[in-house]
């Protein structure tokens, strides 16, 4: 059965302190998989696309790579602004997309 | 990056009518777009695949005849919720796919909050 885990659930940073969240997936075939950043009462906004192992991707403050079972999402010198649910996302062979269940991530000043 | 409206962004309607809800990817073409359901402080879920000029592919589950689904063009599709009831009320977003040379992203609507009372 394809799954998508991320952890942890949820993620309390001071500012400045680096950490990574981790997307776990077990799936038939990988296409993509993504990540998203998503506030609340919003939809996600796509953040990163990842399609092989050894793949990765930065954007300011986020790095994203890629292995054969897993990806990690880096964030460096996290700011309050960077407080977000994160959610990957794995499109399969059969283009069906399979969301994890998102790590929430809080950043205090 | 690509933009993906949806139409309206909240709606509120009495229980037993229907609503409509619009998805658009507004400067590309989508041949595929995705509805997803998401209660509070969960995760997205995957309601069905909406594939342009065919019928939609349906999670297990989700009741097809309750909520429609049309395609109709490359940059429009929409999601009906017939004979709505309260526990229909949730947070309802679509995403499209925009290809990209050989690869594609997802691009998602800001989502639309259905309360039915």
């Known amino acids: 059965e394809d799954q998508v885990t991320q952890s942890p659930e949820a993620l309390r940073l001071q500012e400045g302190e680096s950490s990574s969240l981790n997307c776990s997936y077990t799936v038939s075939g990988l296409r993509g998989l993504f990540w998203y950043r998503q506030d609340p009462g919003k939809g996600p906004e796509f953040l990163f696309t990842?399609?092989?192992a050894g793949e990765e991707k930065e954007k300011e403050r986020l790095k994203a790579t890629l292995t054969k079972k897993e990806s990690f999402l880096h964030i460096t010198a996290p700011k309050p602004e960077d407080s977000a649910t994160y959610l990957c996302?794995?499109?399969?062979?059969?283009?069906?997309?399979?969301f994890g269940p998102g790590t929430s991530l809080s950043v205090i000043p | 990056g690509a933009v993906v409206s949806q139409h309206p962004s909240w709606v509120i309607c009495k229980s037993g009518t229907s609503v409509k809800i619009e998805c658009r990817s507004l400067d590309f073409q989508a041949t595929t777009m995705f509805w997803y359901r998401q209660f509070p402080k969960q995760s997205l879920m995957l309601m069905a695949t909406?594939?342009?000029?065919?019928?939609?592919?349906?999670e297990q589950g989700v009741e097809k005849d309750k909520f429609l689904i049309n395609h109709a063009s490359l940059t429009l599709s929409t999601l009906t919720v017939t004979s709505a009831h309260p526990e229909d009320s949730s947070f309802y977003i679509c995403s499209a796919l925009e290809l990209a040379g050989v690869s594609y992203e997802q691009y998602f609507g800001p989502g639309t909050r259905l309360t039915v009372t």
């Open positions: 909406s594939n342009e000029g065919s019928k939609a592919t349906y």
């Open positions: 990842l399609y092989s």
């Open positions: 996302a794995v499109q399969t062979s059969y283009d069906k997309v399979i």
